[in-house]
Nanobody
Framework: QVQLVESGGGLVQAGGSLRLSCAAS????????IGWFRQAPGKERDFVAA????????SYADSVRGRFTISRDNGKNTVYLRMSSLAPEDTAVYRC??????????????????WGQGTQVTVSS
C-alpha cells in the first residue's frame, strides 16, 4: 500500500507557473505508475498527465500538452507536475493517484487504486 500527499498548489495569475509535488510513502515507489487528475467545482474529474514506473513514458491531456510536464524522482519517492502558462480554466483541485496494475492507459481514474487528498490550484485572470 502507498500513501500519497500533494503539495505546491496555490493562487497564481494567468500566465504564471506552479510546480505540484506528489510525495509517496513506502519503499516500492518505483512499482507504481502515477497519474494526475483535476476536478473543478461542478465538473467531472479529468485526466491531466501520467508517468510510467520508470519515468520513460508520459502522457498528457490535450488541454495541457505543451504547458504541463510530469516527471518523477524514484529516489525521493516523488512525482512532479510542472505547470506553466496557466489559465483560469486550469483552476481545480489536483490529485495524484497510483497504480501497480499493468497494461493500462493510465488516463482513466478507475485504473488507479490509491489517491491523495488533493491540492487547490487557483488561477486568476
Amino acid at each position: 500500500q502507498v500513501q500519497l500527499v500533494e503539495s505546491g498548489g496555490g493562487l497564481v495569475q494567468a500566465g504564471g507557473s506552479l510546480r505540484l509535488s506528489c510525495a509517496a510513502s513506502g519503499r516500492t515507489f518505483s512499482n507504481y505508475a502515477i497519474g494526475w487528475f483535476r476536478q473543478a467545482p461542478g465538473k467531472e474529474r479529468d485526466f491531466v498527465a501520467a508517468i510510467s514506473r520508470s519515468g520513460l513514458s508520459t502522457s498528457y491531456a490535450d488541454s495541457v500538452r505543451g504547458r504541463f510536464t510530469i516527471s518523477r524522482d524514484n529516489g525521493k519517492n516523488t512525482v512532479y507536475l510542472r505547470m506553466s502558462s496557466l489559465a483560469p480554466e486550469d483552476t481545480a483541485v489536483y490529485r495524484c493517484a497510483a497504480t501497480t496494475r499493468r497494461g493500462l492507459s493510465l488516463k482513466a481514474d478507475h485504473e488507479y487504486d490509491y489517491w491523495g487528498q488533493g491540492t487547490q490550484v487557483t488561477v486568476s485572470s
